[in-house]
């Protein structure tokens, strides 16, 4: 059997027990390697229940710095008995099962082509602790001990993720050393053979941060000026709320009187909190709501109201698996049409597609200033991948002379110079009106805001002319947007192509390194990042200038392909579909695997 052999080049996964305590230890792991200066993408697979059901956690250790899942794994460590045959079927020929061998296993539950290495982790700890729950969780960093000294990670660089972990906790930290130590003082002596797979210091992290794309949204609407949050608890978002609240301690309270210059609601439900967050924009504020798929749907009719109504509205979704209650706690980008929809009757959104954290942060910022500008609901369309994972990225940066976008605000000195106001009136040519504000002038400006028809100066109207100009005004607002929102990213193949792809969000680090792949294969393409929906002008132009374009996403139905043939009226023959759904992060295999196949079999054909 020959072994897989890597340096800083592997895959990692841990199979344990939800609610076992192993999630901090798996994290403190990934956190030791990027600390030596090897780049890891680390992912959470966890189940929606509290304790007991299976869970992974899988590092991917790259030193070219793909972000993206490779798909396939070289290590696993096998702490699940309920998983154990999957488990051990998932691992690479030649790849590695660490596993706690307290109780031996017959030789019929391993495989053949694979390398064993057994550990008596509860004999260790029960050896040492005597309470059954320490037992349990320094279990964890036993075996993050033992797999230091395997893979050649410094001990030394885990204690002193430890000594910032505990600091001021002496205790705490004496007893996470001592376990680190058992671990790693039992494999010198007893596997002291070498392990094929090896961490080596590098210098490939460089100025990137490590950190997950709720707590960068959430800090994306501290700097984009959001002062009232509203939101009802919903699994992958709830995460944005918590961390705003904790940004806007440190960042909004007023230094000299202690003055909160924020509003946050945790409401009674969904409903509840859009409805705050509607009234909140009416009344000037820059407000926001952060949820999932089942909040979107709940606040349907409220997303309807503001676009009709013409309020700013910012929305961060953070997709997970659905129908109904369908993977609270997988990822997917499901929630497309669903939000390009949002509302009864004709309705139609801007939505904003981020890659990674990094892109959290602006375009949470960006979307405040859409929806001002637009006067409309705005969605920031992350997914648990993004949000609930922590990931490499590009430091934020932020200009502080940067002025927020207003939009189009009549002030009390143009009211009072007697200039003509029509709340819903187009008087530029892009569709969007001017508003006021409320208090700005004690008898001019004022409007009644309805959610009934009404014409150009807010007066209650059900003519079908005064109906139809508000309507074709804001689809003329919708094709303004397309020139306002986030543009695509192109990346032209090396050469000369007429097979494009495009994609969007977090299939993104997995489909830079499919390209890679497909082009060591001979297969090129040209490949564009969606970013926004409405869609700008080159995405017409990158549909037209090829004969096939491939279509990555992560739901069922096509949702992306089928917005671009709705709103560009493209060629469904010419848009391949490639759809990975499962509830775990696309793979750059798949993708790969995927456009070869369809490729190859037109070839043959």
């Known amino acids: 059997m020959k072994q897989i052999e890597a340096v800083n080049d592997f895959v990692i996964k841990f199979a344990n027990v939800n609610g076992s305590g192993s999630a901090s230890a798996n994290e403190l792991f990934a956190k030791a390697i990027l600390r030596m200066g090897v780049p890891v993408s680390p992912r959470n697979i966890f189940p929606s229940n509290i304790q007991g059901l299976p869970t992974w956690y899988e590092v991917r250790v790259t030193e070219q710095g793909h972000m993206g899942r490779r798909g396939g794994t070289d290590m696993m460590v096998a702490m699940n008995?309920?998983?154990?045959?999957?488990?051990?079927?998932?691992?690479?020929?030649?790849?590695?099962?660490?596993?706690?061998?307290?109780?031996?296993?017959?030789?019929?539950?391993?495989?053949?082509?694979?390398?064993?290495?057994?550990?008596?982790?509860?004999?260790?700890?029960?050896?040492?602790?005597?309470?059954?729950?320490?037992?349990?969780?320094?279990?964890?960093?036993?075996?993050?001990?033992?797999?230091?000294?395997?893979?050649?990670?410094e001990?030394?660089?885990?204690?002193?993720?430890?000594?910032?972990?505990?600091?001021?906790?002496?205790?705490?930290?004496?007893?996470?050393?001592?376990?680190?130590?058992?671990?790693?003082?039992?494999?010198?002596?007893?596997?002291?053979?070498?392990?094929?797979?090896?961490?080596?210091?590098?210098?490939?992290?460089?100025?990137?941060?490590?950190?997950?794309?709720n707590s960068a949204a959430a800090l994306g609407c501290v700097y984009g000026g959001a002062t009232v949050a509203a939101w009802y608890p919903i699994t992958p978002s709830s995460s944005v709320a918590e961390a705003f609240q904790r940004y806007c301690a440190k960042f909004r309270v007023d230094p000299a009187t202690g003055e909160h210059r924020f509003a946050i609601v945790q409401a009674e439900d969904e409903l509840a909190s859009i409805g705050m967050v509607v009234g909140a924009g009416w009344n000037g504020a820059r407000a926001f709501t952060a949820t999932s798929g089942p909040g979107i749907s709940l606040m349907a009719e409220f997303i309807g109201l503001a676009y009709f109504a013409e309020i700013p509205v910012t929305l961060i979704n953070v997709q997970r698996g659905g129908p109904s209650t369908g993977m609270p706690t997988r990822t997917q980008q499901a929630d497309i049409l669903a939000c390009a929809y949002a509302s009864h009757g004709d309705t139609k959104h801007v939505l904003l597609f981020p890659e990674d954290p990094h892109e959290c942060f602006e375009q949470a910022a960006a979307a405040l200033d859409l929806a001002d500008r637009l006067q409309t609901p705005v969605f920031l369309m992350t997914d648990l991948d993004i949000g609930m994972n922590q990931r490499l990225c590009a430091p934020f940066e932020w200009d502080d002379s940067q002025a927020?976008?207003?939009?189009?605000?009549?002030?009390?000195?143009?009211?009072?110079?007697?200039?003509?106001?029509?709340?819903?009136?187009?008087?530029?040519?892009?569709?969007?009106?001017?508003?006021?504000?409320?208090?700005?002038h004690p008898t001019k400006g004022s409007f009644f805001t309805r959610?009934?028809?009404?014409?150009?100066?807010?007066?209650?109207?059900?003519?079908?002319?005064?109906?139809?100009?508000?309507?074709?005004?804001?689809?003329?607002?919708?094709?303004?947007?397309?020139?306002?929102?986030?543009?695509?990213?192109?990346?032209?193949?090396?050469?000369?192509?007429?097979?494009?792809?495009?994609?969007?969000?977090?299939?993104?680090?997995?489909m830079h390194e499919a390209l890679e792949e497909l082009e060591a294969r001979g297969i090129h393409l040209d490949a564009m990042r969606l970013r926004a929906f409405p869609f700008p002008e080159s995405v017409v132009q990158f549909l037209a200038e090829h004969r096939t374009v491939f279509v990555v996403e992560q739901n069922r139905d096509a949702q992306m392909r089928s917005l671009l043939i709705n709103e560009l009226e493209a060629d469904p023959a010419r848009l391949v579909r490639v759809l990975h759904f499962d509830g775990t992060p696309i793979t750059a295999r798949f993708v790969a695997g995927a456009i070869a196949a369809h490729v190859g079999a037109k070839e043959t054909a």
């Open 81 to 153: 008995p309920q998983t154990w045959d999957a488990d051990v079927a998932e691992l690479a020929p030649g790849g590695y099962l660490f596993y706690d061998n307290t109780r031996p296993l017959p030789p019929s539950r391993f495989r053949d082509d694979i390398r064993v290495i057994g550990m008596p982790l509860t004999e260790i700890c029960n050896a040492v602790y005597q309470d059954a729950r320490q037992r349990q969780l320094f279990k964890n960093i036993v075996y993050v001990g033992a797999l230091a000294v395997m893979l050649g990670i």
């Open 155 to 213: 001990p030394q660089v885990i204690e002193k993720l430890f000594g910032e972990q505990y600091r001021g906790k002496e205790k705490l930290l004496a007893s996470n050393v001592q376990a680190l130590n058992l671990g790693c003082d039992f494999a010198r002596e007893h596997l002291g053979e070498p392990v094929g797979l090896q961490v080596r210091r590098a210098d490939r992290v460089g100025n990137r941060i490590f950190v997950d794309g």
């Open 404 to 440: 927020y976008d207003r939009g189009k605000v009549m002030r009390f000195e143009e009211l009072e110079a007697g200039r003509d106001f029509g709340r819903y009136k187009d008087v530029d040519g892009d569709g969007i009106p001017w508003r006021t504000l409320p208090g700005t």
């Open 451 to 510: 959610g009934t028809t009404r014409d150009a100066y807010a007066r209650y109207s059900e003519r079908g002319p005064d109906y139809i100009y508000n309507m074709e005004r804001l689809l003329k607002k919708f094709a303004t947007a397309a020139t306002l929102v986030p543009q695509p990213v192109l990346r032209p193949a090396a050469q000369k192509t007429d097979l494009g792809v495009l994609y969007f969000g977090s299939t993104t680090p997995a």
